[in-house]
């Protein structure tokens, strides 16, 4: 699994085998269980995107459907997105139980499946981030959203707690040469590399804090579930197994503010919302 971590001069990657390997990474364990804890972070970035009824909505690799449940709350016609299956039935059965209509689809975020301009915003919560070509992605997003339209993001930055969190990964499993890190997503001088010359930018830096009942349950709760820390545990004998769970929980010690013995993690990300031109 690539890590977060600055991007240096390294050889063209074989973006084919990086996705192969992202793609088993994240249908491993079940990313829904956390994915379901960070709805506020949809929430709030549909309202930044002063989101309004009947807006045609795409959201791009969409999980278990944050920003998809988000936007259709507030009455928009919403597409959601993703290439692991398993995810959009979460975020299908999320919606069947809110009593939201919402149209669910497999799709790559690399080659939508959509004509140029056919929606009015379209929205991503740490999804289009990890995808391993950027521009491509980007120019995805531009493609299919309209003249006039908004694109809508949750990027996680490389020194946000999640960005440590891989950096922590990479210590232990090295990241495949050349790869950008899909933290750039998370900072405005890469989003003006990739969006600036065809739209207006708006990059708010916000906090999403981890609550969880002790380091150690975050540790059981990610590593049985989030499909990227489940990956670095199952390849790693059991010595790097130990060495990662010591790293991780130094690195929960250094962030947690809570002092009850539960853990409390302010994490933060880049809220973007992209005005297109």
């Known amino acids: 699994m690539q890590t977060i971590g600055d991007a240096t001069a390294q050889p063209a990657p074989d973006l084919a085998a990086l996705k192969s390997r992202q793609q088993s990474a994240w249908a491993s364990g079940d990313y829904s269980v956390i994915g379901a804890r960070l709805q506020i972070v949809g929430e709030n970035l549909c309202e930044a995107l002063d989101l309004r009824s009947g807006e045609k909505v795409l959201d791009i690799a969409a999980g278990n459907g ?3 449940l988000a936007a259709a709350r ?13 995810l959009l039935e979460r975020g299908r059965e999320r919606a069947i139980a809110n009593g939201l209509a919402v149209n669910f689809q497999q799709a790559d975020a690399e080659a939508l499946p959509f004509k140029d301009a056919s929606f009015d915003v379209v929205v991503s919560t740490f999804g289009v981030m990890f995808t391993p070509d950027q521009d491509k992605a980007a120019k995805e997003m531009l493609r299919v959203s309209r003249r006039g339209g908004r694109i809508g993001m949750a990027n996680w930055t490389p020194e946000s707690f999640i960005g440590q969190v891989f950096k922590t990964i990479g ?3 090295p990241p495949m040469p050349g790869v950008r890190s ?3 997503w998370g900072t405005k001088a890469r989003l003006e590399e990739m969006f600036g010359g065809q739209a207006g930018i708006e990059a708010t830096s916000r906090m999403y804090n981890f609550r969880y009942r002790s380091p150690a349950h975050w540790l059981e709760v990610f590593r ?13 004998p059991q010595p790097g197994k130990t060495a990662l769970e010591e ?5 929960i010690a250094r962030f947690n503010r809570a002092k009850d013995g539960t853990m409390v993690v302010p994490a933060e990300y880049l ?5 297109k031109g």
Do not use: C, M, Q
């Open 66 to 68: 944050n920003a998809t």
């Open 74 to 86: 507030r009455w928009a016609e919403v597409t959601s997105t993703d290439y692991i299956p398993e």
């Open 171 to 173: 210590k232990h499993i």
């Open 182 to 184: 899909p933290a750039l």
């Open 224 to 236: 049985t579930w989030y499909g990227p820390v489940y990956k670095a545990f199952e390849a790693l």
């Open 247 to 251: 790293d991780f929980l130094a690195l």
């Open 271 to 275: 809220e973007v919302v992209i005005h």
